[in-house]
C-alpha cells in the first residue's frame, strides 16, 4: 500500500484534523501537536522549527527534521550559541535544513536569548506558559478556517520575546509554537486527539514566572 492510501485508510479509522495528510504528518499529529510542554530543549526545538518555517509548509519542516537535528547539535541551546562564522557556511552548506542566512543566524542569536531567559527565570518553560496563566486553553474548533493565525496571547508573547532580542517571533510564529507546545488545543472537536489532550489538560498545570 502507498504511503498516500495507508494515510487515507488510517484516517478512515480514526476522525482527525484536515491537515495531517502525509503518514510523517499523521504521526506528528496523533503524537505531538498539541501536547503540554515543560522540557526545555523540546521547546527550544520548536522554537528553531517554527522559525525555519516562516514562508513555507510544516509538511517540509517534518521533513527535514532530522537534518535539523543533526545539523543542529539536537538543538542544545549552549552549542548553538558558540555556533561561528565557519559553522554558519557549513550550515548553508547543508542541504539537510533549509539554507537561508537570515533563519540559521536567527537560531544562533535566540539560543542566546533562550539561555538568558532560563538563567533568570530558572528554566524556559516557566517563562513561556505565563502567557497563557500556566495551564492550556482548550479550543472549539470545528475546521480549519476557525483556526486564528493570531490571538492576543500570541501577540503579547511576540512583543516579550523581540524585547528580549529573539528573532523570526512574529504573533503568527508565536502562535504556531504555542499550538506545538501544546499551549492551546487546537485540534477540531470531532478529531480523536481533542478528547485526549483536553482529559490530559485539565489536569496540566506549570508554576510560572512573573518575569516578562
Same mark, same amino acid.
Given at each position: 500500500?502507498?504511503?498516500? @492510501?495507508?494515510a487515507a485508510a488510517d484516517r478512515r479509522v480514526k476522525p482527525?484534523?484536515?491537515?495531517?495528510?502525509?503518514?510523517?504528518?499523521?504521526?506528528?499529529?496523533?503524537?505531538? !501537536?498539541g501536547v503540554p510542554l515543560k522540557d526545555d530543549r523540546k521547546l527550544f526545538e520548536f522554537l528553531v522549527l517554527d522559525a525555519a518555517q516562516a514562508g513555507l509548509s510544516w509538511e517540509i519542516i517534518l521533513r527535514k527534521r532530522e537534518g535539523f537535528r543533526a545539523a543542529f547539535d539536537n538543538f542544545d541551546p549552549e552549542?548553538?550559541?558558540?555556533?561561528? @562564522?565557519? %559553522?554558519? %557556511?557549513e550550515l548553508l552548506a547543508d542541504a539537510r535544513i533549509i539554507r537561508n542566512r537570515l533563519k540559521i543566524e536567527s537560531a544562533i542569536s535566540n539560543a542566546s536569548a533562550f539561555l538568558a531567559v532560563q538563567k533568570e527565570c530558572g528554566n524556559f518553560?516557566?517563562?513561556? !506558559?505565563?502567557?497563557?496563566?500556566? %495551564?492550556?486553553?482548550?479550543n472549539a474548533i470545528r475546521s480549519l478556517k476557525d483556526i486564528p493565525a493570531t490571538t492576543p496571547e500570541s501577540d503579547a508573547m511576540s512583543k516579550a520575546l523581540k524585547k528580549r532580542g529573539f528573532r523570526f517571533v512574529g504573533s503568527t510564529i508565536c502562535y504556531a509554537f504555542m499550538q506545538a507546545a501544546g499551549m492551546?488545543?487546537?485540534?477540531?472537536?470531532?478529531?480523536?486527539?481533542?478528547?485526549e489532550l483536553t482529559r490530559r489538560m485539565q489536569r496540566w498545570r506549570i508554576h510560572v514566572s512573573d518575569i516578562q
Open positions: 500500500m502507498s504511503a498516500s @492510501k495507508g482527525r484534523c484536515e491537515w495531517p495528510s502525509s503518514d510523517i504528518s499523521i504521526a506528528y499529529h496523533d503524537r505531538e !501537536w552549542k548553538i550559541a558558540r555556533y561561528d @562564522k565557519q %559553522k554558519i %557556511k518553560a516557566s517563562y513561556i !506558559w505565563q502567557f497563557v496563566g500556566g %495551564k492550556p486553553k482548550v492551546v488545543n487546537d485540534h477540531a472537536i470531532g478529531c480523536f486527539r481533542h478528547a
